[in-house]
């Protein structure tokens, strides 16, 4: 993709998305399923970086394809394609919106942004668990870990992703060697 184009790609996408990052990382994903040029363990290692690292989705993932892509220029044209739908959306509708907001028009579309996205969540959380389990089992371990280690043992959660990593690193050096 030259630089024109990741703008444009993430323009499009961000333009016509609503409910976040989640959403947008579905369409994300329907995109670069059609170019066919990266594979499913390079892009679902692009997520978990994307999700790990604070900020929002959309611009983390925008950023990672951008640098996969086109290096800093890359990033730079994906993220500004990410960013500039919702900023000028967000500016010129939020006034009409407040001001609309309690009509059943207004009200009955947000019910069906809702539903759509829930939809597009739905299929982004079973693409990214079934890629994980068929890429083997030991891939679930670092989720299993963080989910016990917050919901059974109440340990911050910054120490259970630390956890996490701890057991995916020693899995790595047990494979390696």
Same mark, same amino acid.
């Given at each position: 993709?030259? %630089?024109?184009?990741? &703008?444009?790609?993430?323009?499009?996408?961000? +333009?016509?998305?609503?409910?976040?990052?989640?959403?947008?990382?579905?369409?994300?994903?329907?995109?670069?399923? #059609?170019?066919?040029?990266?594979? #499913?363990? #390079?892009?679902?290692?692009?997520?978990?970086?994307? +999700?790990?690292?604070?900020?929002?989705?959309?611009?983390?993932? +925008?950023?990672?394809?951008?640098?996969?892509?086109?290096?800093?220029?890359?990033?730079?044209? +994906?993220?500004?394609?990410?960013?500039?739908?919702?900023?000028?959306? %967000?500016? %010129?509708?939020?006034? %009409? !919106?407040?001001?609309?907001?309690?009509?059943?028009?207004?009200?009955? &579309?947000?019910?069906?942004?809702? *539903?759509?996205?829930?939809?597009?969540?739905?299929?982004?959380?079973?693409?990214?668990?079934?890629?994980?389990?068929?890429?083997?089992?030991?891939?679930?371990?670092?989720?299993?870990?963080?989910? *016990?280690? !917050?919901?059974?043992?109440?340990?911050?959660?910054?120490?259970?992703?630390?956890?996490? &990593?701890?057991?995916?690193?020693?899995? #790595?050096?047990?494979?390696?060697?």
């Amino acid at each position: 993709m030259t %630089i024109v184009q990741l &703008f444009f790609f993430f323009f499009r996408i961000s +333009a016509v998305t609503f409910g976040g990052g989640i959403v947008i990382l579905g369409m994300v994903k329907l995109g670069i399923a #059609e170019r066919q040029d990266i594979s #499913e363990g #390079e892009f679902s290692d692009m997520v978990s970086l994307a +999700a790990s690292v604070p900020g929002p989705l959309a611009v983390s993932i +925008a950023w990672l394809l951008g640098r996969y892509y086109r290096g800093l220029k890359g990033s730079m044209a +994906a993220v500004a394609g990410a960013v500039l739908p919702p900023f000028v959306i %967000i500016l %010129i509708l939020s006034p %009409i !919106i407040l001001k609309y907001s309690g009509t059943p028009e207004v009200q009955g &579309f947000f019910k069906g942004v809702l *539903a759509g996205t829930g939809a597009i969540i739905t299929m982004v959380v079973f693409d990214n668990v079934r890629s994980t389990l068929s890429c083997g089992w030991w891939n679930i371990v670092p989720f299993v870990v963080v989910i *016990a280690l !917050i919901g059974i043992f109440g340990i911050n959660p910054l120490l259970s992703m630390l956890a996490a &990593f701890l057991v995916q690193l020693t899995r #790595e050096k047990l494979v390696l060697r």
